[in-house]
């Protein structure tokens, strides 16, 4: 185990006694390549790291001798392009198992990594590679990625190489061709080179649904927070197989699918989807004997169209999500079809899980369970003062200034002025709207922005979104404020039927009615409007704002 080399205590009594002594240690030269990925070689060389696939029938498993191995090649292979310490790289991968080598490489060298997901355009390549200032790019050979990629590299200056995975490419280095000759001995840099626990590791381009996306950097300490993650939210067990539904471009590849999980001793298992197809993903999960399983509510949401029951689950002791909240009809869908509860997860790209249902209490069904043990959680009013309970507040981290807690971001990478305005005042604000129980159990509401203000009443997009989705015609469905001149705002539903459901004046009523005798009835949706499909971040979280700023422009072009 390596647990017990940055945990003085594993197991805990009860959640009253986790919250209080849970506690990580760590050396000042911290680098999880070396310090995980390496020891773990080290005391068994056929100890299993990740089981791979794909959806052409390709399969590879790698133990943690061969990732040890193969990262030293490919950190040799980086510093022979001149990528040292501080360095930033971006990497373009998808679920491509060279992920994992590259990041535990850089990790290795001490780069800088930015995670980015294929659907990327130029532009968005363009504003990254200049912002972050990235000297090199690694990318699977995807036609769109490489096509974006060739056309952003002449207006980003600082880029010098370009990478591709996979297959090889016509002016481009072939990553598995290129490391085959470097040396797989890779020594623990000294001097300047070496890491610190608060350099710089990962930066994250946050979804944001409005504005430019904002970098947030982690430095070397922050998998070690992502321990709460895996070990007491998802509950993965040692070298037992975990999967987390994740590309690697965002934070909940962190999350679920490399940093906690190998810290814990778990395999990570990876199927490289290249489309979310519910039942070729419940195949793979029945296939391979999964023990732990984590993906967003949108996709429980999508296998419950499956015949779930026709596949053989019963490997998975624990299923959790996290992304958006979970609406309790799904979970109550899925308990019935597997016999486990689904574990809320609550956070952002700026830390590990901030909210969890941990093992000791039960579940209560709707909420985002209680706060993780590494970090001071508050429920702020807008003019700071902790609100009372059964009161909504921002979910607010406190102290971040004097005792930054592992796993929270540190900062705006190269933007000193928004790291001091965001992050070194008395707490970092997640601006994120929550009640808290006399249980201690959080409510989650919604963004603070998405919070809607009718006739006085403040109504959160989720509980309305939970009551719609216990109807059997919608598969998902997003609530928004629509301007009112009366009420000041109303409720409007934007929804996606399931098959088989048309849209009509009949249906609607149907559902206003629902609503009302679900919830509050003055929280009802007096607009409903029909879609294919929902708007979404690259992330797949619903893009709220999206929704009222269409709306917006609709009703000023009514006007005029």
């Known amino acids: 185990m390596l647990l017990d080399r940055f945990l003085p205590r594993i197991e805990f009594d009860s959640y009253e006694d986790f919250k209080k002594n849970y506690q990580v240690h760590f050396p000042e030269n911290f680098n999880f390549g ?66 994992w080598i590259c990041a535990v490489a850089l990790h290795k060298l001490g780069a800088v990594i930015i995670p980015s997901t294929l659907q990327l355009t130029k532009k968005d390549i363009v504003y990254r590679g200049n912002a972050a200032k990235v000297k090199a790019i690694v990318c699977v050979n ?91 939210w998802q509950q993965v067990q040692d070298n037992k197989l975990h999967m987390s539904v994740s590309d690697s471009g965002w ?25 979310f197809v519910p039942a070729r993903l419940l195949e793979k999960m029945s296939h391979y004997k999964l023990t732990s399983f984590c993906a967003p509510p949108t996709m429980y949401r999508f296998m419950l169209l499956e015949d779930v029951a026709s596949y053989d689950l019963s490997s998975i002791e624990h299923w959790a999500t996290a992304g958006e909240p979970l609406n309790p009809e799904v979970n109550s869908k899925w308990k019935k079809l597997t016999g486990h509860n689904i574990h809320q997860g609550f956070g952002q790209s700026e830390g590990s899980v901030l909210l969890a249902d941990f093992q000791w209490d039960p579940i209560k069904i709707g909420s985002s369970g209680k706060p993780s043990p590494l970090y001071d959680i508050r429920l702020l009013d807008n003019d700071g003062n902790e609100v009372a309970t059964g009161e909504e507040g921002c979910i607010c981290v406190m102290d971040v200034k004097n005792h930054p807690p592992t796993g929270l971001f540190t900062g705006y990478y190269l933007n000193p002025e928004m790291t001091e305005e965001k992050l070194l005042g008395k707490y970092y604000n997640t601006n994120d709207m929550a ?103 690259f992330s797949g979280k619903i893009k709220r704002a999206h929704i009222r700023h269409c709306d917006e422009e609709n009703a000023q072009k009514t006007e005029n």
């Not at 020891?39 to 498993?61: F, G, N, P, S």
């Not at 990625?145 to 591709?164: D, G, H, K, S």
């Open 142 to 232: 995807d036609n769109f990625v490489v096509e974006q990629v060739e056309q952003a590299m002449p207006e980003i200056p600082t880029l010098q190489n370009r990478i591709v995975v996979g297959q090889p490419r016509e002016g481009w280095r072939f990553f598995e061709e290129e490391i085959e000759p470097q040396s797989d001995s890779f020594e623990r840099p000294d001097g300047d080179q070496a890491t610190h626990w608060n350099d710089i590791m990962l930066v994250y381009f946050t979804s944001g649904t409005e504005g430019m996306p904002k970098m947030i950097q982690h430095n070397f300490a922050h998998p070690l927070g992502h321990i709460v993650t895996a070990k007491y």
């Open 435 to 537: 009640w808290r129980d006399s249980d201690g159990y959080y409510w989650f509401v919604g963004r603070n922005d998405d919070v809607i203000k009718c006739s006085g009443y403040r109504i959160g997009p989720f509980e309305v979104e939970s009551a719609l989705i216990e109807h059997d015609a919608v598969v998902e469905c997003a609530i928004t404020g629509v301007p009112d001149p009366v009420r000041g705002q109303v409720v409007k539903a934007t929804i996606v039927l399931k098959k088989g459901y048309e849209p009509s004046d009949a249906l609607k009523k149907e559902l206003q009615d629902h609503v009302k005798h679900s919830t509050a009835p003055y929280k009802y949706p007096r607009v409903i409007e029909f879609v294919d499909e929902l708007p979404k971040t």
């Open 251 to 275: 934070a909940k590849f962190g999350w679920g699918k490399i940093y906690g999980q190998w810290i814990s001793g778990a395999i990570v298992f990876a199927y490289d989807m290249e489309k």
């Open 34 to 99: 070396f310090d995980i990925v390496d020891e773990w070689a080290k005391q068994d060389q056929t100890r299993k790291a990740l089981v791979w696939c794909d959806d052409h029938d390709e399969e590879k498993v790698f133990t943690f001798q061969e990732i040890s191995l193969l990262s030293n090649k490919a950190a040799n292979y980086f510093r022979s392009l001149g990528i040292r310490k501080g360095d930033v790289v971006m990497m373009i991968l998808r679920r491509r198992w060279e992920y």
